[in-house]
Antibody
Framework: QVQLQQSGAELAKPGSSVKISCKASGYTFTSYYISWIKQTTGQGLEYIGYINTGSGGTNYNEKFKGKATLTVDKSSSTAFMQLSSLTPDDSAVYYCARGNNPYNWGQGVMVTVSS | DIQMTQSPSSMSASLGDRVTITCQASQDIGNNLIWFQQKPGKSPRPMIY???NLANGVPSRFSGSRSGSDYSLTISSLESEDMADYHCLQYKQYPLTFGSGTKLEIK
């Protein structure tokens, strides 16, 4: 069955970066884009963008340009999202999901930004 | 960006009640809407896709409908396992946008 396994929780300091992963299984990785979504209690769910897992092409929500960088490693069926110049506002649960229209979701990664 | 106005933000209902949650789209989205259910500590689960289609494994008491720019998720007879947060998502236009969510509690 389709599974998206995300990496573990991250505790990061303001100004630093984190890179979280999303390993896909149960389907042909390059047949579906991977989307990324941010969830906070205050802002709810926000769409970050997607990556074309075949070509590496990306489409970012303007709000997250410069904050998120999406990459992919086809050899390991894994997608990555790097978050840079972290601030406390970046503290959230981050999900990957299969498809540019997110349908099957990973379990989420909690990122906490604190000094 | 397309705004999805979801209501109510929270509600409490009794077992067996009929429950309806609504998302209003600020622009035409066709039927390009997904309803998700999210339980505490879990990731969102798709319940309805393309506004009216039941996702695999979802009980038939769930249904989706559209009236103009208003999209609704209805639970015909509420069960205890339906206690969760519900979110709508439009996928007509990027950036995709979500409703603000509805917290459904059981009385």
């Amino acid at each position: 069955q389709v599974q998206l396994q995300q990496s573990g929780a991250e505790l990061a300091k303001p100004g630093s970066s984190v890179k979280i992963s999303c390993k896909a299984s149960g389907y042909t990785f390059t047949s579906y884009y991977i989307s990324w979504i941010k969830q906070t209690t205050g802002q709810g769910l926000e769409y970050i963008g997607y990556i074309n897992t075949g070509s590496g092409g990306t489409n970012y929500n303007e709000k997250f340009k410069g904050k998120a960088t999406l990459t992919v490693d086809k050899s390991s069926s894994t997608a990555f999202m790097q978050l840079s110049s972290l601030t406390p506002d970046d503290s959230a649960v981050y999900y990957c999901a299969r498809g540019n229209n997110p349908y099957n979701w990973g379990q989420g990664v909690m990122v906490t930004v604190s000094s | 960006d397309i705004q999805m106005t979801q209501s109510p933000s929270s509600m409490s209902a009794s077992l067996g009640d009929r429950v309806t949650i609504t998302c209003q789209a600020s622009q035409d989205i066709g039927n390009n809407l997904i309803w998700f259910q999210q339980k505490p500590g879990k990731s969102p689960r798709p319940m309805i896709y393309y506004a009216t289609n039941l996702a695999n494994g979802v009980p038939s008491r769930f249904s989706g409908s559209r009236s103009g720019s208003d999209y609704s998720l209805t639970i015909s007879s509420l069960e205890s396992e339906d206690m969760a947060d519900y979110h709508c998502l439009q996928y007509k236009q990027y950036p995709l946008t979500f409703g603000s969510g509805t917290k459904l509690e059981i009385k």
